[in-house]
RNA sequence: GUGGCCGUAGCUCAAUGGUAGAGCCCCGGAUUGUGAUUCCGGUUGUUGCGGGUUCGAAUCCCGUCGGCCACCCCA
């Protein structure tokens, strides 16, 4: 295969299948974030570069940047997320809108990495913000969105679960332990971090350096009981979700820019990367803007990626999925032509049908009826309309039944306008 | 960026160093206005690409590109 013919490493062509199954996900969470009340917005997918640099996102981002040089000798990016152009957009228009502003967006995301399991270098992200209110309710609000998104796909909480951590607590606990200069807080973190990934002696030398012992870490990750996870629990199991969310103090997130509240959400098998993750940040609005805003922040992002792998490896999931694929390449309607004389009846059918919002197909030009019935079963119409001989009457056949009774027009009409199409 | 495995028809895969094949898909046909099955016929390869070894390479070696996976990090 020439290299032509194929997509850039890491980049998706979108055929039909596949674009009615990137439909199922992104109309999916636009549904569920409406019912939270949030507006969608969007933004450039390039940005300037130094939006990335005076964020100082930290972490592997900066690093896997897909810039390069306009022919204006900008330096520029496409967005490997959507916060700093978020909070861009917020800074620029902050008192145009009432307090706490609750967006979200579905857009395309590059980073520049080499792709794997779940990691492509475009992928679609969900995010949801909500600023201007730093209550625990706000959190809590944030985190249920987040689950109901994944409900709304059939997940269960056998399924998956979202790990909640909060920075505070580790602040907190690492002042009491002499640890208190921001970097050095920072350089912890990362270390923790690593905690299921690293070698126990590596991860004794790494803490040893700032004075502390693993055990001394692992006490406190198996002990705490911040009082926010409390409330949070209860927030939670009012709305009947308590059973998808767990305190696990390990989630500390390497985005330099969060504050508070930290959280991730994985499957249960723990067979895959994490598929969303988010958090609060009170600070970046204040920073990126010089002090000029000086608002709070919770957001969180969705991947497509590992979310639709994970969808399609259950089979409950899976079906819901395939489902809507199904029903978004299919037809309503497929008129058959048994006489060919009557076509310019037929087409007159098609366009009244077609005004009723009904998705029709036919032969283009004269065909078999053998054939025309071939076309109209893979078509995934339910009727075929036969328009022959019994006109002014048609001959109504369900394809699925493979049975047949005999109309007038109004009688499809009626039929037709009644008809309800789901949405993706 | 580093490392491991892999690369044969549109797809899934066969072929001891000795003539490149099968299934699926797609297209056409099986006399009259009826589609699931069946039957018949048909298209498709610079064996990813470029070198090398050999009388002879899909097969062995080197390079390169691409894919998958791991590390790093994360959606």
Not at 172 to 179: P, Q, R
Not at 210 to 223: P, Q
């Amino acid at each position: 295969m020439e290299i032509l013919m194929q997509a850039l490493p890491g980049f998706r062509d979108f055929f039909p299948a596949d674009c009615a199954r990137r439909n199922y996900i992104t109309g999916t969470w636009r549904r569920v974030a409406q019912t939270f009340g949030f507006q969608e917005y969007d933004g450039p997918t390039l940005e300037a570069m130094e939006l990335y640099r005076k964020k100082n996102s930290g972490g592997e981002i900066l690093g896997q940047l897909f810039s390069f040089t306009d022919k204006g000798e900008r330096e520029v990016a496409l967005r490997p997320e959507m916060t700093p152009t978020l909070a861009r957009l917020l800074i620029a228009k902050v008192r145009d809108f009432r307090k706490p502003i609750k967006w979200f967006s579905i857009a395309p995301f590059f980073r520049y990495e080499k792709q794997q399991s779940g990691r492509l270098r475009e992928f679609l992200q969900l995010n949801c913000d909500l600023v201007g209110d730093a209550s625990l309710g706000a959190d809590a609000e944030m985190i249920a969105l987040l689950i109901e998104t994944m409900r709304a796909f059939g997940l269960t909480a056998e399924d998956i679960v979202v790990r909640v951590s909060d920075r505070r607590a580790w602040t907190d606990f690492l002042t009491s332990e002499g640890v208190i200069e921001v970097a050095a807080v920072r350089e912890v973190l990362a270390i923790i971090d690593k905690l299921e990934r690293e070698s126990r002696e590596s991860l004794e030398i790494k803490l040893a350096v700032f004075g502390l012992k693993l055990a001394t870490i692992e006490d406190f990750i198996a002990s705490a009981q911040p009082d926010f996870f409390t409330a949070l629990k209860t927030n939670l199991e009012a709305r009947g979700l308590g059973d998808f969310c767990e305190l696990d103090l390990r989630i500390v997130r390497g985005l330099a820019y969060y504050t508070g509240t930290v959280f991730e959400v994985f499957d249960r098998r723990k067979e895959r990367r994490a598929l969303a993750g988010g958090g609060r940040f009170d600070r970046l609005l204040f920073d990126l803007s010089d002090g000029k805003t000086d608002l709070s922040a919770i957001g969180f992002g969705i991947g497509d990626v590992v979310l639709g792998d994970l969808l399609e490896s259950i089979p409950t999931t899976k079906a819901l999925m395939d489902a809507s694929i199904a029903q978004q390449l299919a037809c309503d309607i497929f008129i058959v032509i048994a006489d060919e004389s009557r076509r310019p009846e037929a087409l007159g059918v098609i366009g009244l049908l077609r005004a009723q919002g009904r998705r029709v197909n036919y032969s283009l030009s004269a065909d078999k009826v053998a054939r025309q019935f071939k076309d109209a079963n893979a078509s995934g119409a339910m009727i075929a309309v036969v328009i022959g001989e019994e006109w002014p009457l048609v001959k109504i056949k369900d394809l699925k039944s493979r049975t047949e009774s005999t109309w007038d027009q109004a009688a499809l009409a009626d039929w037709s306008a009644n008809l309800q199409t789901p949405a993706p």
